[in-house]
């Protein structure tokens, strides 16, 4: 396997790998890293399709990316995913995959079409005082120091900062500013996580760096993703004849151990409180999902709190029986030890009172029922003590939500602290408190507070113990390699599987690592899109830079006589040509 980039590899077909038409595949969850690898075996492995299966705990595919109405409940959605134009793997899988709504195109041509004619864009990306506007400007408002704690996280190589938390490597000028308030409730970082992490989505995602301040960068399906992705990704591998087996519960897998060979030889599971199993020849392929976060999570509703579910982990136990019988295989204790600071709620809120929807058009500026991006990304009431963001997608959300219902997605980073109105912590709350609490920072009269939560909004809180997990400070080896070296028919994928070529907590980590497992076990000559190259182009980096002093110019050291010099001197150069553009300096030479 190798990575490329570029036309020539991207359009291009690679042939049928020799002893294709043998091998049969295993994939342990149905999460899209499993979905998207069997798509990748199917498509360019050339796999036939009726062996492969895929075993699946739960009762329905997509893991993390799901969407649902429960009948005593309402509509749940546990996240949402924030996509962009440079997921590479993820829009290759994609362009294969037939739309269920525009016959004739793709899933991404469906996709690129929508957000073409409707691209997304926050008008009120942060509030205080009750759904007023927080008067951020779009400024990342980062002092000089900050700047410079930016810049060193930035240039700091990748072992100086493992194990470390970020509150170790910035200070609290960096925390206090506009910027963090941005990053971490887009992202979900807390103070505690991993600077390495932080470092990585830097630089992975340094081209927008600018569209933080408005969520400008992001683009989103047109209905929740697991009807919009999800959905037509299974159906089409079902036309392929890929086997689906819900209600399997994978225990533990096989190995064959020796210097410079790995191979699994069995995996074991239970279905319908039966043990069962199938043994593995070197023809059959096992793709595993390793960890979960949304293992455990557990839905509360309207005059019900979520529960955290401490208990026995499937996803994490799976992994560390795994995990004991080779250091290669990771070390899950990392990552799941720790749901303290692992943990976080959302909420589902479902609008019955046609009243609710004016108290959202005042704060989002947009007609939540025109169909089209309504908040544009999440809104953060900056003055919560909760953190409380929420967000309302374009509507219907759901198929087959009602015309004049809005469904609304909330979360809080702070889910232990005492909110401003209901006085409790987010996890001690029913579903009609947080919608209290939500209606209190969206500006609604606290005379009506109650009323519209009891009987205008039905709500579903969901309480997910491991949601960041893969944020925690980490070190190298404490995810395995997607194929670890000397494995021949074995790979680990998901979000705790380790390419260095990417950044977690995205779909596109997902397809990566199922398109890298794929690739190489298959040994498919077809290079694996390279994450696009933004940190290495100087014109995004000097955009950055812009951006990230509010557009401030540089302020070159030295005395008058000296600095017009050199400003001369870069007149002529390709340099001075790009710092004038990105409007580090000014055209006038007044900088300084």
């Given amino acids: 396997m190798y990575y490329s980039s570029g036309n020539y590899e991207a359009f291009a077909r690679p042939r049928k790998p020799e002893g294709a038409e043998r091998k049969s595949a295993w994939f342990v969850g149905a999460g899209l890293a499993s979905l998207a690898g069997a798509a990748f075996l ?22 993390a990316l799901d969407g649902i109405k429960e009948p005593k409940k309402g509509f749940v959605i546990r996240g949402g995913r924030e996509l962009e134009n440079h997921m590479e793997c993820l829009w290759d899988l994609f362009r294969s995959v037939p739309s269920l709504e525009v016959e004739g195109a793709s899933v991404l041509d469906e996709f690129y079409w929508l957000n073409k004619d409707d691209p997304n864009r926050s008008l009120q990306r942060v509030t205080e005082r009750r759904g007023q506007d927080a008067g951020t400007d779009g400024l990342f408002a980062l002092s000089d ?3 410079k704690d930016i810049a060193k996280l930035f240039l700091t190589g990748r072992e100086e900062l493992e194990g470390k938390r970020i509150n170790e490597v910035v200070g609290q000028d960096f925390l206090d500013s506009n910027f963090w308030l941005y990053w971490r409730t887009m992202f979900a970082f807390e103070e505690w996580h991993s600077a390495l992490e932080m470092k990585l989505y830097l630089h992975r995602f340094i081209h927008h760096v600018g569209g933080l301040p408005d969520l400008s960068a992001l683009k989103f399906t047109k209905y929740n993703q697991y009807e919009s992705m999800v959905l ?10 890929v086997t689906f087996r819900f209600g399997v519960e994978v225990t533990d897998i096989d ?16 279905e319908d409180g039966a043990e069962g199993g199938v043994d593995l ?22 005059h019900t709190p979520a529960r955290l579910n401490e208990g026995p982990a499937p996803a994490w136990d799976l992994w560390r029986r ?3 019988k080779d250091p290669a295989f990771g070390r899950p204790e990392v990552f799941c030890g720790n749901i303290p600071e692992s943990k976080w709620e959302s909420a589902t809120v479902t609008t ?20 089209k991006v309504v908040t544009g990304g999440i809104v953060t009431a900056r003055d919560s003590s909760w953190l409380l963001s929420w967000t309302v997608n374009r509507q219907p959300h759901f198929k087959q939500q009602p015309a004049d219902q809005i469904v609304v997605w909330v979360y809080s980073l702070f889910v232990d602290r005492p909110g401003d109105y209901v006085r409790k912590p987010m996890q001690e709350c029913t579903g009609e408190e947080i919608t209290q609490e939500w209606l209190y920072h969206l500006g609604v009269p606290e005379d009506e507070i109650a009323g519209l939560a009891a009987e205008g909004a039905r709500c579903v809180p969901v309480m997910m113990p491991y949601v960041t997990a893969f944020f925690l400070p980490r070190r190298a080896g404490d995810r395995p390699d997607v194929v670890p070296e000397g494995a021949v028919n074995f790979a680990f994928i998901g979000q705790f599987a380790e390419t260095t070529r990417d950044t977690i907590f995205t779909t596109e980590y997902s397809a990566r690592t199922g398109m890298e ?18 940190t290495y182009d100087v014109r995004e980096l000097l955009a950055a830079v812009s951006h990230l002093r509010d557009g401030a110019e540089l302020r070159l050291p030295g005395p008058g006589f000296v600095r017009e010099r050199l400003l001369k001197r870069l007149d002529a150069t390709e340099v001075g040509a790009l710092l004038t553009e990105f409007g580090l300096l000014d055209d006038d030479r007044r900088a300084g």
């Fill in 352 to 371: 019955l009172d046609p009243r609710i929807p004016g108290y959202i058009e005042r704060v989002c500026k947009r007609d939540p029922f025109s169909g």
């Fill in 42 to 63: 199917v498509r360019d492995a050339q796999v036939p399709g009726e062996r492969i299966t895929v075993l699946e705990r739960l009762p329905l595919p997509g893991g």
């Fill in 255 to 270: 190995f064959d151990l020796a210097p410079g060979r790995k191979q699994a030889t069995r995996i074991h599971w239970t």
């Fill in 232 to 241: 037509p990704l299974t159906r089409w591998l079902m036309d392929q004849g």
């Fill in 322 to 324: 795994i995990a004991a």
């Fill in 517 to 534: 497992a794929a690739y190489r076990l298959l040994g498919v000559e077809r290079g694996v899109p390279e994450v696009f190259n933004s």
């Fill in 145 to 147: 120091r900050a700047q």
């Fill in 281 to 302: 020849g070197e023809d059959e392929l096992v793709l595993t999902t390793i960890g979960s976060l949304t293992e455990n999570s557990d839905n509360g509703d309207q």
